[in-house]
Nanobody, 114 residues
């Protein structure tokens, strides 16, 4: 499974961005799709997760501002990010879990200016 993330960029505080992550390759049924982020000098943290049934979970820091969704027919997960803050600046990675194996995308940079 290969994951291609896109949609990052530079945005002012209070703005919005929508990230996408498309899975390709040998896909049977992707169970869970996640978004993580890693700020410079910090560990990679889970931002949001969605399972195959659409159940979602969010990190406390983004709850109410970010929305994760997925299109199972397109094997794509999205992250709608609203009211962005400078502390949201990070490289965002998508992850997919299929049959117990985790696959990572290459990351897309989100920079939020104050």
């Amino acid at each position: 499974v290969q994951l291609q993330a896109s949609g990052g960029g530079l945005v002012q505080a209070g703005g919005s961005l929508r990230l996408s992550c498309a899975a390709s390759g040998t896909i049977f049924s992707i169970d869970v799709m996640d978004w993580y982020r890693q700020a410079p000098g910090k560990q990679r943290d889970l931002v949001a997760t969605i399972n195959s049934g659409g159940r979602t979970n969010y990190a406390r820091s983004v709850k109410g501002r970010f929305t994760i969704s997925r299109d199972n027919a397109k094997n794509t997960v999205y992250l709608q990010m609203n009211n962005l803050k400078p502390e949201d600046t990070a490289v965002y990675f998508c992850k997919a879990i299929q049959r117990g194996t985790a696959y990572w995308g290459q990351g897309t940079l989100v920079t939020v200016s104050s």
